[in-house]
C-alpha cells in the first residue's frame, strides 16, 4: 500500500536531513502553520515544543506511562474479568442452580448486560470530563465490583437478569472513558502501543478468569455455596477492594495532573496541541455537540469498524468454554484449555502494535490480520473431526480479533481533534460498537453443538463487514487529506473557530 510504504520509508531515515535547505522548508512551513496536527511524518518532528532543560521527551513519556497505563489495565482488567467470568461459572452449574430450563434463558441473561452498556456510553464520557476520572470511573468501578458479589449470591432468573443489567449500567463507561483518557496524554505517532497495552489487559482477563475458575471452582460446597457463586464472590470483591484505592491515586488529565511541573504540564499540552491542535480542555460538551459529531460519516465508518470485530470478540469470549467443552474435557480441564488463545492474542496485540507504532501506519495493521480471523473461521466452519486442529485455530481467531481491535478503536479516536469530539466520538464507536455484543449472545447456542455454524457463519460476515469499513475509511480520510492539501494554507479562521472544529480544521491531517 503507497501510503504504508511512504510511512515505513520515512520511519527507516530516508527523510529530509536538518541543515541546509531542508531547515529552511521546515522554517516555511511552520510559518505559514501554526501547528501542524495530523502530521506523523519524522520530518516534522523538529517543529515540536522544546522539552524542559531538566528532564527528557523520553523521561517524561515514561513517567506518563507510570502514571497511566498500569491503573487503567488493572481497571480494564478487573472490568472485563467481571463481566465474561459468567462464562466460567456456568461450567460450574449456574444454569442448573438457578433453574435456567428453557432455551437460551443464558444467552438472554449475557444480552441484558448490554442495553444500559450501549446506550449510556456517551453520557457517562460526558460525566467524566465533568467530574474528572479520577472521581468518575472509580465511583463505576466500585459499582460493578459490588453488582458482581451480588451476582453470586442470586438466587433465581429474575435475579440473575437484575444484577447482569446493573453490571452493564456501572461498567459502560470503563472503555471509552480509559481510551479517552489515554489520548489526552498521548500523540498519535506513539499511542497505539499504549492502546493495544491497555487493551490487551482483556485477553489476560480471559486468561487469568480461566485460571483464577479452576483454582475457585474447587470451593465448591464452601459455606454450601456452589463454585460458581464463589468465582463471582470473589472477583467482585477484589474489584471493589481495588476501587476503592483508586479513588486516591487513578490518572487524571494532564491539565489537572499534580506530579508534573508547571513547566511539564506546558510542555506536555504544547507538545499535543502541535501534533492534534486545540483540545478545549476547559470546554464543556453540550447536547448539541454530540448531533454534530453524529453528523459526520467517519464517525458512523469509525462504529461499524468496531461492531464488526465486537461480535467475533465476545463470541469466544462470553462462549469459549461451552466451544472447548464439545472438545470433551471435563470443566476444570475447560477452564485451562480456554486459557493459551488468551495469552496467544495478548502476544500478537502487542507485537502488531509496536509495529503499528514503529511504522507510523495504522490502516495496514487493521486490515491484514483480518485474514488470520477470515481464515480461522472459514475453516472452524468446515472442520469437525479433528480436535487438534479445531482447538489450534482457535488460536488464531482469536489473535486476529484481538489484535486488530485496539488497532481501529486507536486509529479512529486519535484522528479526532479536541476533547468534545473525541469524548463523544470514543463513546459512540464503542456504544454503537458494542451492538454486537447483543447479537454475539445468541449466535452459539447449546442446541448448534458441536458444531456451532451459525455461530461462526455470523462472525464470518461480521469481520468482512469491519474490513470493508475501514477500508472505506482510508479512502475517505485519504481524499479528505488530499483536498486540504490543495486549500489555502490560511483561511482565516481564528484560534476559537479551529478549536471549535477539532479534526475538521482545514489545517487537521488525519493519520493513515
Known amino acids: 500500500m503507497a501510503f504504508f510504504a511512504r510511512n515505513t520509508s520515512a520511519r527507516m531515515g530516508i527523510t529530509k536531513n536538518s541543515s541546509g535547505t531542508s531547515l529552511d522548508n521546515e522554517k516555511a512551513v511552520g510559518a ?12 516534522y518532528d523538529d517543529l515540536s515544543p522544546r522539552c ?36 466460567n461459572a456456568r461450567s460450574f452449574h449456574l444454569e442448573r442452580d438457578l433453574g435456567l430450563t428453557i432455551n437460551n434463558e443464558y444467552n438472554t441473561a449475557l444480552t441484558i448486560f448490554f442495553v444500559p452498556y450501549v446506550f449510556f456510553e456517551i453520557p457517562s464520557n460526558i460525566l467524566l470530563k465533568k467530574f474528572s476520572p479520577r472521581k468518575w470511573l472509580p465511583l463505576c468501578m466500585l459499582g460493578f465490583g459490588l453488582v458482581s458479589i451480588f451476582q453470586g449470591l442470586t438466587q433465581n432468573y429474575g435475579g440473575l437478569l437484575a444484577t447482569r443489567f446493573f453490571l452493564g449500567l456501572f461498567e459502560t463507561g470503563m472503555f471509552p472513558g480509559c481510551f479517552y483518557l489515554i489520548s489526552m496524554w498521548y500523540k498519535r505517532a506513539e499511542a497505539q502501543k499504549r492502546y493495544s497495552l491497555f487493551f490487551s489487559s482483556t485477553s489476560l482477563a480471559g486468561a487469568f478468569g480461566g485460571l483464577l475458575a479452576s483454582a475457585i471452582g474447587k470451593l465448591d460446597g464452601v459455606r454450601n455455596y456452589s463454585g460458581w457463586r464463589w ?28 506530579w508534573l511541573t508547571e513547566e511539564e504540564r506546558t510542555y506536555i499540552k504544547a507538545r499535543l496541541k502541535a501534533d492534534q491542535g486545540n483540545n478545549a480542555a476547559e470546554r464543556k460538551i453540550t447536547v448539541r455537540d454530540v448531533f454534530t459529531v453524529l453528523k459526520d ?44 488463545p488468551w495469552a496467544a492474542s495478548f502476544v500478537f496485540s502487542i507485537l502488531v502494535a509496536a509495529l503499528s507504532d514503529w511504522t507510523r501506519h495504522r490502516a495496514f495493521f487493521a486490515l491484514a490480520p483480518l485474514a488470520i480471523t477470515i481464515s480461522a473461521a472459514v475453516v472452524l466452519l468446515t472442520v469437525h473431526t479433528n480436535r487438534t486442529v479445531e482447538y489450534a485455530v482457535l488460536h488464531l481467531f482469536t489473535i486476529g480479533t484481538y489484535g486488530v481491535l485496539p488497532i481501529v478503536v486507536c486509529w479512529f479516536q486519535m484522528n479526532l481533534g479536541g476533547h468534545h469530539r473525541r469524548a463523544i466520538g470514543a463513546a459512540w464507536q464503542i456504544g454503537f460498537g458494542n451492538l454486537g455484543g447483543i447479537v454475539a449472545t445468541y449466535i452459539f447456542l447449546s442446541g448448534d453443538a458441536p458444531r456451532f455454524t451459525k455461530g461462526y457463519a455470523v462472525c464470518l460476515a461480521f469481520v468482512l463487514l469491519s474490513g470493508i469499513a475501514s477500508t472505506l475509511y482510508l479512502i475517505s480520510i485519504h481524499l479528505e487529506n488530499k483536498r486540504r492539501a490543495k486549500m489555502a494554507t490560511d483561511v482565516g479562521l481564528s484560534e476559537y473557530e479551529k478549536t471549535e472544529m477539532g479534526d475538521l480544521n482545514p489545517e487537521f491531517r488525519y493519520m493513515y
Do not use: C
Open 52 to 87: 524542559p532543560a531538566h528532564t527528557t521527551e523520553g523521561k517524561l513519556k515514561t513517567r506518563i506511562d507510570w502514571h497511566v497505563l498500569p491503573f487503567v489495565s488493572i481497571m480494564y482488567l478487573l472490568a472485563f474479568l467481571d463481566r465474561v467470568n459468567i462464562a
Open 32 to 43: 505559514s502553520n501554526t501547528y501542524h496536527p495530523g502530521t506523523v511524518d519524522p520530518e
Open 231 to 258: 468465582i463471582f464472590i470473589i472477583e467482585g470483591a477484589l474489584t471493589a477492594v481495588v476501587a476503592i484505592i483508586f479513588f486516591f491515586v487513578f490518572p487524571v488529565f494532564p491539565e489537572d495532573a499534580k
Open 297 to 340: 460519516h467517519r464517525v458512523w465508518l469509525g462504529g461499524f469498524m468496531y461492531l464488526g470485530l465486537i461480535v467475533p470478540a465476545y463470541s469466544y469470549a462470553f462462549f469459549a468454554p461451552t466451544i472447548i467443552s464439545t472438545y470433551h474435557y471435563d470443566a476444570i480441564q475447560t477452564q485451562l484449555h480456554s486459557v493459551p
